[in-house]
């Protein structure tokens, strides 16, 4: 399949997501989720039920997928994630990979148990630029335990090259409500 076609079913499959998301960006109200799993919580994202986190919309990335153990971002280098070297900022890089990560833990918790980051590990490997016209960033869970979780995440593009790839390591605890 060409970068183009790539690129084309991409955008197609993040026009679909986008179009179920709610319209407003929030957090979610502890009477929507509570009783939720993990992935539960983010399948209601996916279906428009609870709203998509703001971090998303402020740093142009969509979730477009989550199952046990896994999620899958996509996001949109811009001008405006540049740094003063003119490419995309590491930590926007970061940012879409920590989230891709942290789903991945997440879409494994039990209801009631909630997650943080508590160390994170990234390697650029190839500069992202605004001629890279769409990235996603795959985050799979290495290890689900009852304190502590790991995971690991890839930046690509479409035409495969790895960007940048990371690990986290992620505190698991009671959630309170909001």
Known sequence: MSVEETVARWKAQEEAVRARLLPTTGVSKAEQVAGKTGLEMLRSILAGELPPPPIAATLDFVLLEAEAGHALFQGRPLLRHYNPLG????????AVLD????????????????????????NFVRAVTVDVPLVRAEGKLVHGGKQAAVAEGRLVGPDGKLHAHATTTCLIFDRKPL
């Open 99 to 122: 989230s891709a990560m942290g789903c991945a833990v997440h879409s494994t918790l039990p209801a009631g148990k909630g997650y943080t980051t508590l160390e994170l590990k990234v």
């Open 87 to 94: 490419v995309v900022h590491g930590g926007w890089i970061t």
